[in-house]
């Protein structure tokens, strides 16, 4: 598997611009109007009520919706100017997606879950299933590999949806409510695995509802309300960039 190139901490790797969403005429904006730059290495939470646009905002970066107005950059790429086409070669090449629910395909194996985006991306297939073994042990789902996602409790398939979002290892990991779905402990166990990667440069956008989390896994909280950024602070309690020990990138 090509490994992806990550960009140097403190670079800026993200930058919004006038950036408003609106889904319908007449319909508040999801997002309104937000400026946000973003650097490599950071590690980002966005808080805020439902319905405040964290998804939405989200999904911009991610080039999986477009922008209404405004530009969105990511490294050298103007994602609110992709076409499909190259919005899902970006995708593979740069961003990992832990969505809010999941997208597991329900005919694939957990296995072949995870595997399928090294797949799309093409490389080598044994790097891929080694890295995936590697996944599998970490998020302590080797039991489960043969498994179909309908047969899994909502724990083990966010950690699935995890799995294959770091199965490229890409430089930019965006998580939405990742700890939403399970109990303290597995809770625990994925905030740590974001911390190591963290640690190890990957940059981090971490959507939650659970300010312990934020404080605790983030080097930067961000609240939104009603499409804006109300708040935007250096947590001085969170990560601080110490080598991680566990999954290596
Ligand atoms: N595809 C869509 N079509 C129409 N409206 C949408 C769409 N997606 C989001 N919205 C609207 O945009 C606003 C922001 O939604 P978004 O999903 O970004 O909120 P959120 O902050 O992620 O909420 P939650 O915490 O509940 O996940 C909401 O009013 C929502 O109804
Ligand atoms: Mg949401």
């Known amino acids: 598997m090509r490994r992806q190139s990550v960009p140097a901490t403190g670079v800026e790797l993200i930058r919004l611009d006038g950036v408003t969403k609106r889904y319908g005429n007449g319909a508040a904006p999801a997002v309104a109007d937000v400026d946000l730059a973003v650097h490599a290495g950071e590690a980002v939470a966005i808080m805020g009520p439902s319905g405040s646009g964290k998804s939405t905002l989200l999904n911009l970066i991610a080039a999986m ?11 050298r790429d103007r994602v609110d100017k992709m076409n499909e086409t190259a919005a899902a070669k970006y995708r593979r090449r740069q961003v990992g997606m832990i969505f809010q629910f999941f997208n597991l395909l329900d005919d694939m194996t957990v296995m072949d879950n995870i595997l399928l985006p090294a797949q799309l991306a093409g490389g ?3 790097a891929a299933r080694q890295r995936a073994d590697q996944l599998l042990d970490r998020l302590r789902l080797n039991h489960r590999r043969d498994a179909y996602p309908a ?4 724990g083990e398939r966010q950690r699935v949806a995890i799995a294959r979002a770091l199965i490229n290892r890409p430089a930019l990991l965006l998580a939405d ?5 399970v109990d303290t402990r597995a809770g625990e166990e994925i905030g740590a695995l974001l911390l190591d990667l963290n640690s190890t440069g990957q940059t981090l956008i971490l959507v939650t509802h659970n300010p312990e989390l ?3 896994y983030a080097s930067r909280v961000i609240s939104v309300a009603d499409g804006r950024i109300r708040s935007d602070s250096a947590n001085p309690a969170g990560p601080t960039g110490a080598p991680g020990m566990g999954v290596q990138r």
């Open 124 to 126: 080598r297939s044994d």
């Open 177 to 181: 409510e990742p700890t939403g779905a």
């Open 65 to 75: 919706d477009r922008p209404t107005t405004g530009t969105v950059q990511v490294g």
């Open 151 to 154: 047969r899994l409790s909502g």
């Open 214 to 216: 934020a404080a605790r």
